[in-house]
């Protein structure tokens, strides 16, 4: 597979905003700050070559090149 890797906590905060939570929620739920989280999601995104989360709750996200 081809697809970028993700680190334990980058995979914790998409299968969270994929389950609704927000950027606190996910600090609350993870025990991190708001900012870390943001911090996450910058890094996932350009993993992703994508511009905005929203991207990452549709499923063919993954298939981009």
């Known amino acids: 597979s081809n697809l970028p890797s993700l680190s334990e906590r980058e995979y914790a905060c998409i ?3 994929q389950k ?3 950027a606190k929620q ?3 739920e993870l025990g991190l ?3 870390t989280i943001e911090d ?3 890094t996932i995104k350009m993993k992703y070559n994508v511009s905005n ?3 990452l709750l ?3 996200f993954i298939s981009r090149s």
């Open 33 to 35: 700050s708001h900012r």
């Open 40 to 42: 996450y999601f910058e």
């Open 58 to 60: 549709n499923p063919l």
């Open 15 to 17: 299968s969270l905003y």
């Open 26 to 28: 996910t600090a609350r």
């Open 53 to 55: 989360k929203r991207e």
């Open 20 to 22: 609704g939570f927000t």
